[in-house]
């Protein structure tokens, strides 16, 4: 028994990445880290919906990478300016877990109480990359 749920385990973990490509989320990015400044970030890890969290080494926040409606790419740091609460995606919007502050998905403030936006930084596609620069 003990050798049929080891393997039942890892077969599903070895089909999950499979499973969540076709379901249309986002594959989870290999490891990264900033190079001169700048993160390479694949533009398939945005995956269907059209966004993806992403760690760097070298950065002390994990990015929330979206495609804008314009067609260009946001990058924000997911930490809340108002007291440094963790920020998560929420029905289309990114919320502070501590005090409710609300945010567009390109890192605007909607709501406090938070009285600025999610720190933001430029992305430039480049082929199949998108590049942010963190530095």
């Not at 393997?7 to 999950?16: N, P, V």
Request: glycine fraction near 12%.
């Amino acid at each position: 028994d003990f050798l049929l749920n080891a393997c039942r385990t890892c077969a599903a973990q070895a089909l999950l990445p499979a499973a969540a490509t076709r379901i249309g989320l986002a594959p989870s990015p290999k490891a990264m880290a900033v190079k001169d400044g700048i993160i390479d970030v694949p533009l398939d890890a945005l995956g269907a919906a059209g966004s993806t969290v992403i760690s760097a080494s070298g950065l002390s926040e994990k990015l929330f990478i979206s495609k804008r409606a314009d067609g260009g790419y946001s990058a924000v740091e997911l930490k809340c300016p108002h007291k440094g609460g963790p920020v998560k995606e929420k029905e289309g919007q990114l919320v502070c877990s501590w005090h409710g502050s609300t945010f567009g998905m390109d890192g605007a403030l909607v709501k406090g109480p938070s009285k600025a936006g999610l720190k933001s930084y430029p992305v430039e596609a480049n082929g199949a990359m998108l590049r942010v620069r963190v530095a």
